[in-house]
């Protein structure tokens, strides 16, 4: 009996456990059943990266020089009619002019003897220069050093010689009266053989007023005997005096205009991670001796057109720091100077960054040095680079 009654009650232990086991299974059962349910409903898709700073590295620009900006419209352009470009690259105002020109036959036909040594006199002689010395001074440039000089070419195969003397003055201004800025006598100076339009005087004013007349007097061409048997040419060569004015042009004012100074193919896809505030850093080397003031700055990004090409497109919901100044530096002595340009969103984000177009005031130069300006002098940026502070949110992960 006390076997039967132990059977019976494991069998009911176990049938419990087997009720609990079905129990048990049944919300697993319902568990693994397929379900459109989406773990990612309620999950914050947006990451937050870099929470201190991160840098994009964009490279250098340049380097840009005068002789680009020059070729573009503006009031800078203007200066084009009225200066040109030296050989050495220098803005400079140059006048050349023949005054004086006399055949070696018709002289020896006049001598009363051929074979000696003669004091030639030449006529005196002034003039004005057309230098366009006041459009410049309007526009803040002055000019300086102003180079004088006469130039004479000898047909023969001997050495001449010049003598006189060289005035040069200024404009009359209302009602103050021309002022003499510079008198120079020259005495026997030489001429080589067979040389074509030779300096043989020369003159130089530094600071001042700019030339507007000048005058030669008393001068003599002294010619060695027997001309006609030093002249290559059988008579035909002809000694001819003449003058150049040459002035070098510096900005002595604050230039009244403004330039736009491009800067390219910057490509800085900053659109898709939220950026309010992004600062354009950058390290400008200049050697033009002229400070430059930022004014404004124009941001730009690409969009496609209707013939599905890209192109620049002025974003206006940024606002851009300006103000920064550029120093100003010496040829071969660029002068470096940190600058950086701070970009805020008006409303959204900062899109992405395809170029920027600068806008920037001349100031009169400061510091010592070389202060003429030469259309080969460079401004470059470089180490540009963006630079977004607070971490970059990236959405959509």
């Not at 914050?44 to 929470?51: N, Q, R, V």
Request: proline share 6%; hydrophobic share 40%.
């Amino acid at each position: 009996m006390n076997f039967f009654r132990n059977l019976a009650a494991d069998y009911v232990r176990v049938m419990r456990r087997l009720f609990l086991l079905f129990l048990l299974s049944v919300p697993l059962m319902w568990s693994c059943e397929n379900m459109d349910y989406d773990i990612s409903e309620g999950v914050d898709k947006e990451i937050t990266l870099f929470g201190d700073e991160v840098s994009f590295p964009i490279g250098d620009i340049g380097p840009l020089t005068p002789k680009a900006l020059l070729g573009g419209e503006g009031t800078l352009d203007a200066i084009k009619d009225y200066v040109k470009e030296d050989e050495e690259g220098f803005l400079v105002v140059e006048v050349e002019n023949d005054f004086y020109s006399n055949f070696v036959l018709l002289i020896a036909t006049f001598l009363p003897d051929p074979t000696i040594p003669i004091d030639l006199p030449v006529d005196d002689y002034s003039g004005k220069l057309k230098s366009s010395a006041d459009i410049l001074e309007a526009l803040g440039f002055s000019v300086s050093p102003q180079v004088f000089s006469l130039r004479v070419t000898n047909p023969l195969t001997d050495e001449i010689s010049v003598s006189g003397s060289l005035k040069l003055s200024s404009a009359p201004d209302g009602e103050t009266p021309a002022e003499t800025l510079l008198t120079q006598d020259f005495s026997k100076s030489s001429v080589s053989a067979e040389s074509v339009d030779a300096e043989a005087v020369k003159a130089e004013l530094t600071g001042g007023k700019p030339v507007s007349s000048f005058s030669f007097e008393n001068v003599l061409l002294h010619l060695p005997g027997s001309m006609m048997e030093k002249d290559p040419s059988g008579g035909f060569g002809a000694f001819t005096l003449s003058y150049k004015y040459k002035s070098y042009i510096m900005l002595e004012n604050d230039f009244p205009g403004e330039i736009p100074i491009d800067i390219d193919d910057i490509d800085l896809p900053i659109g898709q991670y939220q950026v309010k505030e992004a600062r354009i850093r950058t390290e400008v080397s200049s050697e033009i001796p002229v400070t430059l003031e930022l004014t404004g700055v124009d941001v730009y990004m690409k969009q496609t057109n209707e013939a599905e090409r890209e192109v620049p497109v002025k974003c206006d919901d940024v606002s851009v720091t300006t103000g920064l100044r550029i120093n100003s530096g010496v040829t071969g002595h660029p002068v470096v100077t940190p600058l950086e340009i701070v970009i805020r969103a008006e409303e959204g984000t900062i899109p992405d960054i395809s170029s920027l177009s600068l806008t920037v005031a001349i100031k009169a130069p400061t510091g010592d040095g070389d202060k003429r300006l030469n259309l080969n002098q460079a401004v470059c940026f470089n180490n540009l680079r963006a630079t977004v502070s607070g971490g970059i949110t990236i959405q959509d992960l």
